[in-house]
């Protein structure tokens, strides 16, 4: 059976939007938190803003334009349609690098960084710094299909994305890249070892501290061993409800699109770097444009799944092997699950790429495009 990848061009019925707009023109809000912090979560103030943006200023269209202008694609993988941006390099030798979102990311949060990694000549850098683009949407995102029965998690993900770069015609030599979930699949992928992967790259590592670890911890560790422990005491409620009752919150995230975009936006404003007010680091349109990758083709549900499936996936399995092949890590000071230059050592035995940004948090591709397209090129050149 030939396996297609078909174009995937992006058409919204206006039914639809004229739909968001009616719910938007009719939202009945909560009484303001009692509070004057972040601390019982987004601030009516700022949701009622976003909201008024996306109702009487922002333009999906030119976010369709856009997407459609990178190949929007899909292809039948293991049973399942997935949804990919495939953005060639002009160069015909570029590396081709497989990019990987998470939640509540989407394929757009990479936007700022396909130009200069496709064409680094027009962007400050060199030809021999090029890629070939391929960024899919994980499986229950955006308009990748919905699984129908358990097994979609972190280590199926991995090996489907495998099976998209041999389709692509790229599987004799590839790179891979990915934060927040889109890391645990990267490494994920770094474990299958397929033979042309030269190398991953990860803005974010999932990693528990061993005792003596915590024993022996620096001044700077240690720190970020207390932002770790903060985020578990105060920020990952979200975590909890998704990996534990996916379905109780997805009932909100389908029939709301506030509910939705707070549910979304607390991630934003709690795990980037801008002490509480995401709009200060990205422009709100942005974060506008990633919401709708979760309403338009209702995947608040079945992405907050997927953290149901990833914890059952860890539930059962150990720490794995150190990896072996090329490994580049970037830690942005934002990040709360950060790791040291020597932890990182212990855990990748081919460590060929360690920097810490000076500014930026969770959604580094967002917040900091240019130092992590810098450090994504840098961790490739010596593996090309």
């Given amino acids: 059976m030939t396996h297609l990848i078909e174009p995937f061009p992006l058409h919204i019925p206006q039914a639809h939007l004229d739909d968001l707009a009616e719910r938007l023109a009719q939202v009945r809000w909560p009484a303001p938190e009692t509070v004057s912090d972040n601390s019982q979560g987004p601030r009516l103030h700022r949701i009622q803003a976003l909201a008024e943006r996306w109702r009487s200023g922002y333009d999906w269209r030119t976010t369709e334009v856009q997407l459609n202008h990178w190949n929007s694609s899909r292809t039948e993988i293991d049973g399942l349609g997935i949804h990919f941006l495939h953005i060639r390099s002009p160069h015909a030798d570029a ?36 890629f070939h683009l391929v960024i899919p949407a994980l499986p229950g995102f955006g308009f990748s299909d919905k699984p129908r029965t358990p097994g979609w998690g972190v280590g199926r993900t991995a090996a489907a994305w495998v099976q998209l ?19 645990a699949v990267t490494t994920a992928i770094g474990h299958l070892s397929p033979p042309g992967l030269v190398g991953i790259h990860l803005n974010m590592v999932m990693y528990r501290p061993t005792a003596e670890e915590i024993a022996q911890a620096t001044p700077e560790e240690a720190r970020m061993l ?12 979200y975590m909890k409800v998704q990996s534990t009752r996916p379905q109780s919150i997805g009932f909100a995230l389908s029939d709301s699109p506030i509910g939705l975009a707070a549910w979304v936006y607390a991630l934003f404003q709690d795990a980037s770097d801008s002490q509480g007010e995401p709009e ?37 399995q150990g720490p794995g092997p150190a990896l072996a092949l090329p490994v580049g890590i970037s830690m942005f000071p934002g990040e709360l699950l950060r790791l040291s230059r020597r932890w990182a050592q212990a855990r990748f035995d081919n460590l060929q790429f360690f920097a810490e940004a000076e500014h930026g948090g969770h959604f580094a591709a967002m917040e900091n495009p240019l130092v992590l397209t810098e450090h994504v090129r840098e961790t490739f050149r010596n593996v090309r």
């Fill in 280 to 316: 200060h680091v990205i422009d709100l349109d942005a974060l506008i444009d990633d919401i709708m990758l979760y309403w338009l083709p209702n995947a608040g549900p079945s992405s907050v799944r997927f953290y149901w499936e990833a914890m059952g996936e860890m539930q059962q």
């Fill in 95 to 130: 590396l081709p690098l497989l990019l990987t979102h998470g939640w509540p990311g989407s394929i757009l949060e990479f936007r700022a960084m396909v130009g200069p990694l496709t064409d680094p000549m027009a962007h400050g850098g060199q030809a021999s710094d090029a």
């Fill in 165 to 183: 770069m041999d389709r692509l015609g790229y599987g004799e030599r590839w790179a891979a890249q990915g934060g927040d979930w889109g890391a």
């Fill in 226 to 237: 207390a932002d770790a422990q903060r985020y578990e005491r105060e920020l990952s409620g």
